[in-house]
């Protein structure tokens, strides 16, 4: 089967969509929903969709608590060429837009992230799900590779731990504080898409470099 990269992309942009309206609808039921619940339906309805092009590994509690210090590990791309992302995931608290675990166990769940994606050569990350309204500007949609994207799709944000650890040593809490060093997970997608004559994996890692290029610009 033939990978369709903007089949891929707009998977990614479909479930940042669906994170956005389930957060929403969990206010206003005064339900909620958890990190592990958005996580989970992500994760099988990607899978599900493109499992040819990404394997996917979830770790149970006990090994994000205690080896891995991430929710999942994502492989991406084709035979011969792979990306391999670890992901520890959060999500925003629509109520009072913040998040108050980025330094949970005092730092540990990111010592164990790091450590774990060093010894196994992995690229970490965190992935912020959060409600976008439509009063809400992110930050970095001032970053000239991201001002054309629309705002919705920060539903689902990637940020690299060197920002994680900024935040934390600035004690920033807030969506408005943490989206400033948040990409869009379609981001990635959506330049692998618009450039289809390199490999996925190599497409992919291409855009991350680019933006976190943008972003040291922007902080120097």
């Given at each position: 089967?033939?990978?369709s990269?903007?089949d891929?992309?707009?998977?990614?942009?479909?479930?940042?969509v669906?994170?956005?309206?389930i957060?929403?609808?969990?206010?206003?039921?005064?339900?909620?929903?958890?990190e592990?619940?958005?996580?989970?339906?992500?994760?099988?309805?990607?899978?599900?969709?493109?499992?040819d092009?990404?394997?996917?590994?979830k770790?149970?509690?006990?090994e994000?608590?205690?080896?891995?210090?991430?929710?999942?590990?994502w492989c991406?791309?084709?035979?011969?060429t792979?990306?391999?992302l670890?992901?520890q995931?959060?999500?925003?608290?629509p109520?009072?837009?913040?998040?108050n675990?980025f330094?949970y166990?005092?730092?540990?769940q990111?010592?164990l992230?790091l450590?774990?994606?060093r010894h196994y050569r992995?690229?970490?990350?965190?992935?912020l799900?959060?409600?976008?309204t439509?009063e809400?500007?992110?930050?970095?949609?001032s970053?000239?590779s991201?001002s054309?994207?629309?705002?919705?799709?920060w539903?689902?944000?990637?940020?690299i731990?060197?920002f994680?650890?900024?935040?934390?040593?600035?004690?920033?809490?807030?969506q408005?504080?943490?989206?400033?060093?948040?990409i869009?997970?379609?981001?990635p997608?959506?330049?692998?898409?618009?450039?289809?004559?390199?490999?996925?994996?190599?497409s992919?890692?291409e855009a991350?470099?680019k933006?976190r290029?943008?972003?040291?610009?922007?902080?120097?």
């Amino acid at each position: 089967m033939k990978l369709s990269l903007r089949d891929l992309y707009a998977t990614f942009q479909e479930r940042a969509v669906w994170t956005n309206s389930i957060i929403k609808d969990g206010l206003s039921s005064r339900l909620g929903i958890l990190e592990e619940s958005i996580t989970d339906i992500n994760l099988i309805t990607i899978a599900g969709k493109h499992n040819d092009f990404i394997l996917t590994k979830k770790f149970s509690r006990r090994e994000e608590g205690s080896q891995s210090g991430a929710d999942w590990l994502w492989c991406i791309g084709e035979p011969g060429t792979w990306l391999s992302l670890l992901v520890q995931a959060k999500v925003v608290n629509p109520a009072t837009s913040t998040c108050n675990f980025f330094n949970y166990r005092s730092g540990e769940q990111r010592r164990l992230l790091l450590n774990f994606a060093r010894h196994y050569r992995l690229f970490p990350l965190y992935c912020l799900y959060s409600r976008i309204t439509d009063e809400f500007y992110p930050p970095s949609k001032s970053l000239p590779s991201l001002s054309n994207v629309d705002s919705l799709e920060w539903a689902c944000s990637l940020v690299i731990p060197k920002f994680i650890r900024k935040l934390v040593e600035q004690k920033h809490k807030k969506q408005i504080d943490l989206l400033k060093y948040g990409i869009p997970w379609t981001y990635p997608f959506y330049m692998a898409a618009t450039n289809s004559d390199q490999k996925l994996a190599h497409s992919l890692a291409e855009a991350m470099k680019k933006i976190r290029t943008e972003f040291e610009s922007v902080d120097s």
